[in-house]
């Protein structure tokens, strides 16, 4: 039995080794070759956020005066024509010349607007809008049965519209006759009344 065992030892280290040999070849390919982690793309979550609306153009103000049948104070968006400011107060009445006012210009902020009638002198090239340095020096008191429109216009609180029906409804007796002007109450009056006169 011992003889047998001796006969086999040769083999059976033979086979150890060859496993050794084998698993030392393993772990050195290993080594060598380590495996690859898979690369994981990490995508943010979308925002959530809803972008901030943008701001909205704040309105403008125009005074639209003159041959127009309502005129006033009128709110305007951005990049109005004058155009449109005139048919905000209603249009324009038959008499008006608008060949005098540049109906096609962008309307600004706190601008006047005039539409002058037919035959009625117009300033320069920005007729129809007015500036806004003063009217023509007006010695005062103006005589109100005998002012010219440019002169009853530098009376304060006193436009053209106002300016034009105070012609329309001479001659005064006095004064006070003009609080029967439409549109002129005791709180103009009051402002105007040191600043006019009647002629005897």
Known sequence: MSGET????PF?????????VWIGAVLVYRMSNPPRVSEIA???PPSTASPSPSATPA???VYVSGDVKTPGVYEM???????????????????????AVNLAARVEDGEKIYVPRIG????????????????PTVVFPVDINKASL????????????????IVENRPYASIEDIMKVPGI???TFEKIKDKITVGR
């Open 150 to 165: 440019q002169e009853l216009e530098a009376l304060p609180r006193i436009g053209p519209s106002l300016a034009k029906r």
């Open 59 to 61: 309105p403008v103000y």
């Open 77 to 99: 968006s951005p990049g109005s024509r004058v155009r449109d400011a005139i048919e905000s107060a209603g249009g324009a009445l038959p008499d008006a010349n608008l060949d």
């Open 120 to 135: 009625e002198p117009t300033p320069g090239k920005k007729a129809g809008r007015s500036s806004r340095t003063p009217t």
């Open 42 to 44: 990490v995508v943010p």
């Open 6 to 9: 001796h006969k086999w030892k």
């Open 185 to 187: 109450g005791q709180s």
């Open 12 to 20: 059976a280290e033979g086979f150890l080794l060859a496993t050794l």
